[in-house]
Antibody, heavy 116, light 107 residues
Framework: QVQLVESGGGLVKPGGSLRLSCAASGFTFSGYYMSWIRQAPGKGLEWISYIDSSGTTIYYADSVKGRFTISRDNAKNSLYLEMNSLRAEDTAIYYC?????????WGQGTLVTVSS | EIVLTQSPGTLSLSPGERATLSCRASQSVSNNYLAWYQQKPGQAPRLLIYGASNRATGIPDRFSGSGSGTDFTLTISRLEPEDFAVYYCQQYGSSPRTFGQGTRLEI
């Protein structure tokens, strides 16, 4: 069965950096586009980044453009999100999702807290 | 970017009743590429409906989606206790993918 397991979240100071990982299993990872979606505490869902199956086409939400970098390693069945210049408003649960336009498969999420 | 506005913000109903949730888009959603999700506390969202009216695998038939263009509806025909949750719509007809702000369905 499809599994997406995020890791790498934690507490970081404003201006700091963090790298999230998502380990995928149960499907041919290299054949699917992937996205990161986040949810601030008590708030709604926000799509933040997308990467195609080969890693050549990438999109970002304006809110993270220039600060976050999405990447993937198909040999390791893994998706990554490098987050720099973190702000308090980046505090959220970050979900790894398999793309289909809509999002059928979600990880359990990893919490990122940006606070001094 | 397409802005999705969900109404009402909160819907208070009882088990056995019918729930009607609305999602209005700021511009037409291409190909009616509109999805609905259910989210319970502490859980990731669960896909209910895609393509405006197609139920995802394993979703009970009391859930149905309808609509086109800019106006979409999620209907739950007879509420079960486990249906009380937050519901989000999402469009994937154009970039960036966007979500509505959610409707809380409470007892």
């Amino acid at each position: 069965q499809v599994q997406l397991v995020e890791s790498g979240g934690g507490l970081v100071k404003p201006g700091g950096s963090l790298r999230l990982s998502c380990a995928a299993s149960g499907f041919t990872f290299s054949g699917y586009y992937m996205s990161w979606i986040r949810q601030a505490p008590g708030k709604g869902l926000e799509w933040i980044s997308y990467i195609d199956s080969s890693g050549t086409t990438i999109y970002y939400a304006d809110s993270v453009k220039g600060r976050f970098t999405i990447s993937r390693d198909n040999a390791k069945n893994s998706l990554y999100l490098e987050m720099n210049s973190l702000r308090a408003e980046d505090t959220a649960i970050y979900y790894c999702t398999r793309e289909g336009g809509y999002f059928y498969y979600w990880g359990q999420g990893t919490l990122v807290t940006v606070s001094s | 970017e397409i802005v999705l506005t969900q109404s009402p913000g909160t819907l208070s109903l009882s088990p056995g009743e019918r729930a009607t949730l609305s999602c209005r888009a700021s511009q037409s959603v291409s190909n009616n590429y509109l999805a609905w999700y259910q989210q319970k506390p502490g859980q990731a969202p669960r896909l209910l409906i895609y393509g405006a009216s197609n139920r995802a695998t394993g979703i009970p038939d009391r859930f149905s989606g309808s609509g086109s263009g800019t106006d979409f509806t999620l209907t739950i025909s007879r509420l079960e206790p486990e249906d009380f949750a937050v519901y989000y719509c999402q469009q994937y007809g154009s970039s960036p993918r966007t979500f509505g702000q959610g409707t809380r369905l409470e007892i």
